[in-house]
């Protein structure tokens, strides 16, 4: 019969949930921080506009990570069922929603395809308008070699700073944008040996003007559309891939079966005293 709740579980459990609950209190700040500097209310009014803030989803995630891991922390230390039956129930929730979301990924493939080359234009559309999505593109283009969504150069033209046919009205007149025909600095080459530490932010300017072909514009910049390019990464990554995925697996496993055979043994413990 059980005397006591086990030390290793309880304080393995509790030191697991703090070292989490200073990952999410940091990045809870830190989005805070990014969101106040962007314009709070402003932000409020575009937020519709954009298929996607980063600083809103960062601070969700925080703010998830945050509140279970004080409740496992408290729950762990305090000894307390009913914490630890929320943080385990939580986090099997999530564990089994991304468990279906993967399954169903999985079988819609082609549709969850359709779906995301969707957002990834909507997201090229928003290029200039939110400049952490504007980082994430420059990031994806330089990191996967690629340019556009799905077809390629040509995606940017969605874009109303990129494409070839567009003007902008400044104090009541027209302008054609300098950047109009072009595409993103990120799309441009990068030949290895040659880094400089000043970028050419004008490198993709006009590269599409005068319907210039592919065999052209590969002179300059990358074609391949990112959607293409990150299928061919993950296919060469795959082993890398499934390790990172089974780590955030065990990452929800091990606590949430910790925080079970702590509630066991406070159930115990109970029962034995009510005898």
């Not at 400044?170 to 302008?175: A, C, E, T």
């Not at 993103?184 to 490198?203: A, K, M, N, R, Y």
Request: charged share 15%; proline share 3%; aromatic share 14%.
């Amino acid at each position: 019969m059980t005397t006591e709740v086990g030390c290793c579980t309880k304080y393995f459990l509790f030191f697991f949930n703090i070292l989490f609950w200073i990952v999410g209190l940091f990045l809870l700040g830190a989005g805070i921080w990014a969101w106040s500097e962007k314009g709070f209310f402003d932000r409020l009014t575009k937020v519709g506009a954009l298929p996607i803030d980063p600083v809103l989803v960062i601070m969700i995630v925080a703010f998830i990570i945050f509140t279970l891991s004080l409740t496992g922390c408290l729950g762990s230390l305090r000894e307390n069922i009913c914490l630890l039956k929320f943080f385990s129930i939580c986090l099997g929730v999530i564990f089994f929603a991304e468990l279906i979301a993967g399954i169903l990924g999985f079988v819609y493939k082609d549709w969850f395809q359709s779906q995301f080359a969707l957002f990834v234009n909507k997201t090229i559309k928003g290029y200039r308008e939110d400049p952490d999505l504007q980082n994430i593109i420059d990031f994806s283009q330089t990191f996967l070699q690629c340019c556009g969504g799905d077809t390629g150069t040509a995606d940017w033209d969605n874009n109303v700073y990129f494409n070839c046919s567009s003007q902008i009205e400044i104090n009541g007149r027209l302008f054609t944008p300098a950047e109009s025909c072009g595409v993103p600095f990120s799309c441009c080459l990068v030949v290895p040996g040659q880094e400089v530490d000043v970028i050419d932010t004008h490198c993709g300017y006009g590269v599409r003007k005068d319907d210039a072909k592919i065999s052209e514009q590969m002179k300059t910049v990358y074609t391949t559309g990112c959607l293409t390019m990150f299928e061919d990464w993950l296919k060469m990554n795959l082993y890398t891939v499934a390790g990172v995925f089974i780590g955030i697996a065990l990452l929800q496993i091990v606590p949430i079966c910790m925080a079970q055979n702590m509630i066991s043994d406070i159930e115990s413990i109970k029962a034995r005293w009510q005898r």
